[in-house]
Each structure stands twice: as C-alpha cells, then as structure tokens.
C-alpha cells in the first residue's frame, strides 16, 4: 500500500469513530482560515451543516486547503476533501486540484449529503482549479464514483479528458456515449491504478505530464 493509501485509511478511521470525528470538528471549525463557502458551491442544506474551506491548518504553503461539511448540532465533520494543489504545465495554465475525499456512512448525513461531492468539485473547485481524478484515491467507491464525477462533469457542460498512463496522452470525452465507450477501462481491476481524467472549465488541454511539482 502507497503512502498515501495508508494516509487516506488512517484519515478514514478516524473520521469513522465518534470521539475523533468531533474533535476534529473542532480543529477545523477553530482554524483561523475558515470561511464558509455554502453559497459559492451552491448548497442549500438544514441550517444546522455549513460547507467551509480552511486555509493554512496543514502548514504555512498554499499548495493545500480542506473542505468540510460540519453539523454544528451534533459537532461533526460529515464530509471532508483534503485539497492538494500541483502544477502540470503540459495541461494548462491553471493549477491541478488532487481530491481526497471522505463521506459519513451514517443515515442521518443522508440527505445533507446528496450530490456533496458534485458541489464541492464541479460548483466551486472547478471554478478555481482544474480538477485531477483518480480513482485510487477515491475512498468512496473507486472505479464507480470516477466514472460517476465524469458523468456529471458531462452533465454539467464542463470539458473532460481521460489520462492514459501507457501514451501520457489525454483523449477528450465530449459526450456520455463517449463515456460509456471507456466502460470496460472503468471497470477493469488491472486499469484500476491508471483511472485519471482532468475536469475544466476550459477546452484548451493539450496533453498530462504527470511529474507533479509542489506549489
């Protein structure tokens, strides 16, 4: 296991137990560079969930901010993206958002958490950032919820281009059949780890040099 599979496990764990997930709300909500961003991702929940962004808690650098839905009732994190920002010159001129994201299992988030991830990403990320998916860093689902967030990115009139790691090439889907012609790649056990397509607001994507340098 990468290290940043054990990280997303160990994040993943201790979002899951109760006294952890509430102490960490408070570390979020207590941050000096929290900012309530409900409006700009377009969420309309129960008065008792705010959507925040937090800045600089992870260190002094620019390169990573957090994303949280917190129930303020219960003091608890409900949904949570751990944001890394990476320039990829060969794709655009934006910076490249990595997602890690994680999302409460229990019932009662249910409805806050409709269509949460599609928020944060394609609402308001995107508006900033061109978004990098991969499904191995998806804790939520894999193969299924990447091939889902393209679907929507489709959905939505964004521009989507799958990654293919064997040419460093980036091939647009322009259209859900164009999606769906990808199915057996989505689905493929031995393609898992080369799952990745970058959302933007923009077609100007020429090609992906992944040699991620740090903001």
Not at 6 to 13: D, I, M
Not at 169 to 177: F, K, R, V, Y
């Given at each position: 296991m990468?290290?940043?599979a054990?990280?997303?496990?160990?994040?993943?764990?201790l979002l899951a137990r109760t006294a952890d997930n509430s102490a960490f709300y408070t570390l979020l909500t207590a941050a000096d560079g929290v900012r309530e961003i409900n409006e700009l991702a377009g969420l309309k929940?129960?008065?008792?969930?705010?959507?925040?962004?937090?800045?600089?808690r992870l260190g002094p650098a620019k390169s990573e901010f957090e994303i949280a839905l917190v129930d303020d009732i219960e003091m608890s994190v409900a949904f949570y993206d751990k944001v890394t920002l990476v320039r990829a010159p060969g794709v655009s001129s934006r910076l490249l958002a990595r997602n890690s994201i994680w999302r409460s299992a229990?019932?009662?988030h249910s409805l806050a958490l409709r269509d949460i991830s599609q928020m944060v990403l394609f609402n308001y990320i995107v508006q900033y950032y061109d978004i990098f998916l991969a499904a191995d860093t998806m804790t939520d689902g894999g193969n299924f919820n990447w091939?889902?967030?393209v679907s929507r990115a489709i959905e939505k009139g964004l521009y989507a281009f799958v990654y293919h790691p064997t040419t460093q090439?980036?091939?647009?889907?322009?259209?859900?059949?164009a999606l769906n012609d990808l199915q057996d790649l989505a689905w493929s056990?031995?393609?898992?780890?080369g799952l990745r397509a970058v959302i933007s607001l923009s077609p100007m994507v020429s090609r992906l040099e992944i040699e991620d340098k740090p903001v």
């Open positions: 990468s290290l940043a054990q990280e997303r496990s160990a994040l993943s764990a929940a129960d008065p008792r969930y705010r959507l925040v962004r937090v800045d600089r229990s019932s009662r091939h889902r967030h090439a980036l091939q647009s889907i322009p259209t859900q059949g056990d031995a393609d898992h780890e």
